[in-house]
């Protein structure tokens, strides 16, 4: 496991991401291990992506195997493996069939299309989709004009247009902003907003959204991209609503680290596109679909909704007996093992202390501390999660006074 020593800043890859000064060669379960050698638990999880952690035995197994049998052949033919899979999202959404490509923002790409799709084939001539303050969609032209952090967008202008954008959890402020607009057709969220800083949607509010794009004949999109595929304890994080959305866009846990995005759709998205109406050359492939129907399955061998609850309620009770009124927090939330801790200043050193102490872990929207560890975490690595953090963020808290 020798890898290459790191260059602070490498004069041949692009310089596009603020990266710490540490370059991991291996992983089992929650831990990795860097080129020195250093072990950090793993409370990042490649942005809420290893699911089954590192080097999960059944899942290294399966992918061994598809390697060996084909990894890629294009969707010029049937592809087995997105039939199983397609089959294993439904059942689990509620929904009715799948769209595979092979990232997030692919998948938020395919939605607005849909979004669009539906709008003109309904006659409406320049559709409207309705975006919020603080969403993440992702970095290509039309999901970051999706997007609502103004850094994202700084430098790629112009954006894209047909996006209306409103605040979170505020029925009233939608129905104002799409009042007699005939234009309008979907709305378009994360149940929870992870870049944006673990924010959460109120369930009241997602059915809110549910019964006005019913009586309005609108799209209702959930990205679930980060908070879905079993992160909140269930397999998807609108669930807790008692809802369901018309278009789902999936990816990053849902291979737990092989690349893959979904869109999963139900009847009233379903049949949106024809053949040559949308496609990607790598999407559905062979490797990808083995990915996501082992993890679904291992999942459920091993409970991971039910520990992923349990843990994140663990994780979740410890921070707010420890923090809560203290001076410099604002708060904890989230959901599962989906976690947020926002304090009053920007954060972000925390991030390189806490690797220093062995822990891996995000700062997002500057002053949320960010925990998404795999869903295979033990009772102890959350103990041990929580110990860890929590020097570090009293130290950080006095510094501040
Ligand atoms: C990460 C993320 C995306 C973008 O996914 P990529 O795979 O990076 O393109 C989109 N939406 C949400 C909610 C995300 O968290």
């Known amino acids: 496991m020798k890898a290459a020593p790191i260059v602070p800043s490498s004069p041949h890859v692009m310089n596009t991401y603020g990266r710490l000064p ?6 089992k379960g929650c831990r990795v291990w860097d080129v020195n050698g250093k072990e950090y638990l793993d409370a990042l999880a490649g942005i809420a992506v290893n699911t089954l952690g590192h080097g999960h035995p059944k899942l290294v197994k399966a992918l061994q195997q598809q390697v060996a049998d084909m990894i890629h052949c294009c969707n010029y ?10 089959k294993l999202l439904v059942e689990r959404s509620g929904l009715t069939n799948a769209f595979f490509c092979s990232t997030g923002l692919e998948a938020n790409e395919a939605a607005l299309k849909l979004a669009r799709k539906f709008g003109h ?3 409406i001539e320049k559709p409207q989709i309705v975006v919020y303050e603080k969403a993440f969609h992702g970095r290509s032209i039309a999901t ?9 967008q700084a430098g790629f202008g112009p954006l894209v247009e047909g996006f209306i954008r409103v605040p979170a959890n505020d029925l009233e402020a939608l129905k104002k902003a799409t009042q007699g607009n005939p234009n309008v ?11 944006g800083g673990i924010n959460p949607m109120r369930a009241e509010y997602l059915q809110g959204v549910r019964a006005l794009c019913d009586a309005n004949d609108w799209l209702m999109m959930i990205d679930e991209v980060q908070c879905g595929m079993g992160r909140t304890g269930k397999w998807f994080a609108h669930q807790w609503a008692g809802i369901k959305p018309d278009v789902m866009p999936l990816a990053k846990g849902l291979g737990s680290g092989v690349p893959i995005g979904a869109v999963v759709a139900g009847p009233k998205a379903a ?3 024809g053949p040559g109406n949308h496609g990607t050359t790598f999407g559905g492939n062979p490797l990808s679909m083995r990915a996501g129907i082992e993890t679904i399955r291992i999942m459920e061998e091993d409970g991971l909704l039910q520990n992923a609850a349990r843990m994140g309620t663990l994780i979740q009770t410890k921070l707010v007996t420890a923090l809560m009124g203290k001076k410099g927090v604002k708060e904890v939330r989230g959901q599962g093992l989906m976690i947020g801790i926002e304090l009053e200043q920007p954060c972000g050193v925390i991030t390189q202390r806490a690797a220093d102490a062995g822990l891996l872990l995000s700062v997002t929207a500057d002053n949320v501390i960010r ?3 795999p869903l295979i975490i033990s009772g102890a690595e ?7 953090l929590l020097p570090i963020i009293e130290t950080f808290l006095k510094e501040q006074g």
Do not use: C, M, W
């Not at 033919?77 to 397609?86: K, M, N, S």
């Open 185 to 195: 057709v979907a709305v378009f969220f994360e149940t929870i907003q992870g870049e």
């Open 121 to 123: 084939d309904k006659g």
């Open 371 to 373: 925990l998404v560890p």
């Open 144 to 152: 970051l004009s999706a997007t609502g952090n103004p850094k994202v």
């Open 22 to 27: 540490i370059a991991l060669t291996h992983g």
């Open 77 to 86: 033919y049937h592809v087995p493996g997105q039939e199983e899979l397609a």
């Open 382 to 388: 959350a103990d041990e999660i929580v110990a860890r």
């Open 271 to 273: 049949n949106i596109f």
